[in-house]
């Protein structure tokens, strides 16, 4: 078995005329949490796409824990263990919170189990949700229809539906959008806690979310890494500073 969960190889990717993804080469280890940063536009939700599979590549190879994934549908990625969240929220409004989680844990297993194996597990579908629902904070909670959560927490029960399939390769693209400090600082640490013993790859544009979760943070400018590193040297980093931190990181 592979020790590397993400890994990618001279990938690039075009739009028409318009080379936007220029040679990426970027393994991320099994366990760690990995954060891209860059300035606008510089094809950090394209290689986002890539990796789950929502384009294909122009040319290069994505490998997932040791695996070619480039040319397979998103369902096929997700199946082999990868798991990403959206920007916009993709949560059931109209259904509650544990229906919500209960249905991201019964659409993850369905790939592996008939129906009449699924009625035999309602117990345990029914146990594991509440132990979700605990770990997300959301307990009390628990039968108000999800569209009336508060944006954080609506944002949590979306990173919580992520990872509820057991994916061990968790895609999180831009967590802490939208929110308040103090938000933000909850959206943290649930999922500092959420994603311990996966690997998280994430694209953020708040430099507290990135220096607070991040072992290793990797700088794309116009479709190029500039730096991979770990978040002291990267603030360190003349040309990253240059780039992109600017005073910011001061
Ligand atoms: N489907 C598409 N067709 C054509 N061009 C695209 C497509 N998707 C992205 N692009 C272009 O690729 C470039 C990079 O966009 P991308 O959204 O990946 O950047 P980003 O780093 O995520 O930016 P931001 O920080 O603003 O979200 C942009 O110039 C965008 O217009």
Do not use: C
């Given at each position: 078995m592979s020790d590397v969960a993400i890994s990618l190889k001279s990938v690039r990717k075009s739009f028409g005329a318009t080379e936007i993804i220029r040679g990426v080469d970027l393994d991320i280890p099994k366990g760690q949490r990995h954060a891209i940063i860059g300035p606008n536009g510089a094809g950090k939700t394209t290689l986002f796409n890539l990796i789950s599979g929502r384009f294909p590549v122009t040319s290069g190879t994505i490998a997932l824990n040791g695996t070619p994934i480039s040319g397979l549908a998103p369902h096929e990625i997700n199946r082999r263990g990868l798991s990403r969240s959206f920007q916009i929220t993709s949560i059931f409004p109209r259904m509650t919170v544990f229906e919500n989680i209960r249905c991201g844990l019964l659409w993850a297993r369905g790939y592996r189990y008939s129906?009449?194996?699924?009625?035999?597990?309602?117990?345990?579908?029914?146990?594991?949700?509440?132990?979700?629902?605990?770990?997300?904070?959301?307990?009390?909670?628990?039968?108000?229809?999800?569209?009336?959560?508060?944006?954080?927490?609506?944002?949590?029960?979306?990173?919580?539906?992520?990872?509820?399939g057991g994916a061990d390769v968790v895609l999180l693209d831009e967590p802490t959008a939208g929110m308040?400090?103090?938000?933000?600082?909850?959206?943290?640490?649930?999922?500092?806690?959420?994603?311990?013993?996966?690997?998280?790859?994430?694209?953020?544009?708040?430099?507290?979310?990135?220096?607070?979760?991040?072992?290793?943070?990797?700088?794309?400018?116009?479709?190029?890494?500039?730096a991979s590193d770990v978040p002291s040297r990267i603030r360190a980093n003349k040309a990253v500073q240059e780039a992109y931190l600017g005073t910011e990181a001061a």
């Open positions: 129906f009449w194996h699924l009625l035999g597990r309602q117990k345990s579908l029914n146990e594991q949700s509440e132990r979700l629902l605990e770990r997300l904070n959301l307990g009390a909670r628990r039968n108000l229809p999800a569209g009336l959560l508060s944006y954080a927490e609506q944002r949590a029960l979306e990173v919580g539906i992520t990872i509820a308040s400090h103090s938000e933000t600082d909850y959206a943290v640490s649930l999922i500092r806690s959420v994603t311990e013993g996966k690997t998280l790859l994430m694209v953020e544009h708040d430099m507290s979310v990135i220096f607070g979760l991040a072992d290793v943070i990797t700088v794309l400018v116009y479709g190029e890494v500039i």
